[in-house]
């Protein structure tokens, strides 16, 4: 079964400054998708950058972007000139391709704060 | 619609009651899932319905929990003679495909308080 790991219960940050969330996972398949999400107090889970597990570059969604180490089984997230509105739950989750599995598997979560 | 919408918003139930919540899809997405976050947890997966194809039960923690699917659109999930251990924010999600790349589009949820 495949798991994603979060080991960062919480994160700060100032604002204007970068900060990188990390994210492990294993699983046997050799192609899969992943995902971060941010969740802000509205509950609403909101997707912030995928990436195929078959590409090589690393996702660049503005000012997010992740460092996708597929040996390492790795997946961090890094955000620069942070902002108030990136005070969020953050996600990391995981998907095979095809087939009927399909559900999103979550790691448990970190709470970024974003300071002035 | 323009987005996943989910009813009620918040639910309070005295412990032993049943409840029902819903979901309603975005038109035309295929895939419909049921997510659990516990307070401080990350989403636990429930159940999966996909078109016309028997759904993915195998999230579901107790038979006090179903779910069901009308077509392609509104989903409801059940939970019977609730307890307090069901407290939780319930977040439903939809796909286009289930296989695709584009991850789900999730609801603001149900949070489900059990006293």
């Known amino acids: 079964a495949q798991t994603v790991t979060q080991s960062q219960p919480e994160m700060s940050v100032q604002e204007a400054e970068t900060v990188t969330l990390s994210c492990t996972y294993d699983?046997?398949?050799?192609?899969?998708?992943l995902f971060w999400y941010k969740q802000p107090p509205s509950r609403q889970m909101i997707l912030v950058i995928r990436q195929e597990a078959y590409k090589q570059q690393n996702a660049t969604e503005n000012r997010f972007s992740v460092n996708f180490q597929k040996a390492a089984k790795s997946f961090s997230l890094k955000i620069s000139d942070s902002q108030l509105g990136d005070a969020a739950m953050y996600f990391c989750?995981?998907?095979?391709?095809?087939?009927?599995?399909?559900?999103?598997?979550f790691g448990t979560g970190t709470r970024l704060q974003v300071t002035l | 619609g323009a987005g996943v919408s989910q009813s009620p918003s918040n639910k309070v139930t005295e412990k032993g009651k049943d409840v029902e919540l819903r979901c309603d899809p975005i038109?035309?997405?295929?895939?419909l899932y049921w997510y659990r976050q516990r307070l401080g947890q990350g989403l636990e997966f429930l159940i999966y319905f996909q078109g016309n194809s028997a759904p993915d039960k195998s999230g579901l923690p107790s038979d006090r929990f179903s779910a069901e699917r009308t077509g392609e659109s509104v989903s409801t999930l059940t939970i019977q003679r609730t307890q307090q251990e069901d407290s939780a924010v319930y977040l439903c999600?939809?796909?286009?495909?289930?296989?695709?790349?584009?991850?789900?589009?999730f609801g603001s949820g149900t949070r489900l308080t059990v006293v």
């Open positions: 038109s035309g997405h295929t895939a």
């Open positions: 999600a939809s796909s286009f495909l289930s296989g695709n790349y584009y991850g789900y589009t």
């Open positions: 699983t046997s398949e050799s192609d899969y998708y």
């Open positions: 989750a995981y998907r095979r391709i095809g087939g009927t599995a399909s559900k999103l598997t």
